[in-house]
Antibody
Framework: QVQLQESGPGLVKTSETLSLTCTVSGGSISSYYWSWIRQPPGKGLEWIGYIYYSGSTNYNPSLKSRVTISVDTSKNQISLKLTSVTAADTAVYYC????????????????WGQGALVTVSS | QSALTQPRSVSGSPGQSVTISCAGTTSDVGGYNYVSWYQQHPDKAPKLMIYDVSKRPSGVPDRFSGSKSGNTASLTISGLQAEDEADYYCCSYAGSYTHVFGTGTKVTVL
């Protein structure tokens, strides 16, 4: 059974960089797309972007200038960096398996992590 | 890339059927057969319930069904049960290898 676990600081200062890691267990990162999705408190879901195990990425146009997603296949980890954060970036951040990439067989998210709450405050 | 439009809430009694709509455009819902639905209980991660408009992952009860007509997708829960009370989100492929989620619907079992 594939399991995903997000980790990282729960508090980030305004204008700094948010960094999170997702560790995948029970399966390999290879041959899949991996996405980051966030949910502000009391609000809906927003797709942030995805990475293929080979390293190719695609991002939500609204966040593209501030987002970097990377992969470390040796550690079975996916990472998220979001720069110049503001209070509007306060959210639960989820990693999930899936993404609408060129090599994707499905365009949905079938496994999710439990989520990590990141609060942005000065 | 605007969020897909869902009703804020729907409700039904146990055993009844409820349908949640997900309205998009020809650039997302109407243009592709890549609509998925997620169930989210309070303080829990979303769970995939439907993919490719109408396919059910293994383990999802057949009370859950999906369909699409034009630019609007729908999720129907038949034989509503207490454990179905949750938030539901649709998601569609939106072209250029991107995704867009719906605004979310709270399902209440009366």
């Amino acid at each position: 059974q594939v399991q995903l676990q997000e980790s990282g600081p729960g508090l980030v200062k305004t204008s700094e960089t948010l960094s999170l890691t997702c560790t995948v267990s029970g399966g390999s990162i290879s041959s899949y797309y991996w996405s980051w999705i966030r949910q502000p408190p009391g609000k809906g879901l927003e797709w942030i972007g995805y990475i293929y195990y080979s390293g190719s990425t695609n991002y939500n146009p609204s966040l593209k200038s501030r987002v970097t997603i990377s992969v470390d296949t040796s550690k079975n980890q996916i990472s998220l960096k979001l720069t110049s954060v503001t209070a509007a970036d306060t959210a639960v951040y989820y990693c999930a398996r899936g993404g609408a990439g060129v090599f994707a067989r499905r365009y949905d998210f079938d496994y999710w992590g439990q989520g990590a709450l990141v609060t942005v405050s000065s | 890339q605007s969020a897909l439009t869902q009703p804020r809430s729907v409700s039904g009694s146990p055993g009844q059927s409820v349908t949640i709509s997900c309205a998009g455009t020809t650039s997302d819902v109407g243009g592709y057969n890549y609509v998925s639905w997620y169930q989210q209980h309070p303080d829990k991660a979303p769970k995939l319930m439907i993919y490719d408009v109408s396919k059910r992952p293994s383990g999802v009860p057949d009370r859950f069904s999906g369909s699409k007509s034009g630019n609007t997708a729908s999720l129907t829960i038949s034989g509503l049960q207490a454990e179905d009370e949750a938030d539901y989100y649709c998601c569609s492929y939106a072209g250029s290898y991107t995704h867009v989620f719906g605004t979310g619907t709270k399902v209440t079992v009366l």
